[in-house]
């Protein structure tokens, strides 16, 4: 039981150059969210996704979009990377029914720009 | 604007002593509380929550307390472990809708 999968776990871009971070979980969990931790920050939530088919945003969505292919995978675009989206980016998810209590976490992509 | 805030960025502790780790927040309508606990190249997982009908939640080793009135909450791990150095986020949410992470507090526990 893989539970939530990141790749790539590393990530060098130059600034203007495009991107998809992929997450896929293997526990049937309905909710699937991207979040990024920068220093001095804690972690913030960029997009979820409550249901297949269905994205909101959260605090820091610009420069970012999201697919929820299906119930398994969400993926994260950056369509121009810039400087100030270097962060370490979590993908997460919490199971079916769930009052959003646990969070499942990846194990991270850290993704530099230059 | 942070919401959560840890303004403790690190804490050392000897083995078998008390760890004590704070949070405040400043959203009154924040009614739900957990904690996570990151080790390097890893995930947060989560470790423990309380809601704001209780001022207090123990599991094993681990204990939160919430003070709703001074908008506060805090971690205890009693007694401290050497596997228990790593990053400690406290997160909170209105209706468990969308959490709030603080900045984390790194813990090292001396052997």
């Known amino acids: 039981n893989a539970g939530v999968t990141q790749t790539p776990k590393f990530q060098v871009l130059k600034t203007g150059q495009s991107m998809t971070l992929q997450c896929a979980q293997d526990m049937n969990h309905n909710s699937m969210y991207w979040y990024r931790q920068d220093p001095g920050m804690g972690l913030r939530l960029i997009y979820y996704s409550a249901s297949e088919g269905t994205t909101d945003k959260g605090e820091v969505p610009n420069g970012y979009n999201v697919s929820r292919l299906n119930k398994r995978e969400f993926s994260l675009r950056l369509e121009s990377a810039a400087p100030s989206q270097t962060s370490v980016y979590f993908c997460a998810s919490t199971p079916p029914g769930s009052t959003n209590e646990k969070l499942f976490f990846g194990s991270g992509t850290q993704l530099s720009v230059l | 604007d942070q919401q959560v805030k840890q303004n403790s960025p690190s804490l050392s502790v000897q083995e078998g002593r008390i760890s004590i780790l704070n949070c405040d927040y400043t959203?009154?309508?924040?009614?739900?509380f957990l904690w996570y606990k990151k080790y390097p190249a890893e995930g947060p997982t989560f470790l423990i929550s309380i809601s704001s009908i209780k001022d207090k939640n123990e599991d094993g080793r681990f204990t939160v307390f919430l003070n709703k009135s001074a908008k506060h909450l805090s971690l205890h791990i009693v007694p401290s472990q050497p596997g228990d150095s790593a990053v400690y986020f406290c997160a909170a949410s209105e209706s468990r809708n969308q959490f709030y992470f603080g900045t984390g507090t790194s813990l090292t526990v001396i052997p």
């Open positions: 959203n009154s309508m924040f009614d739900y």
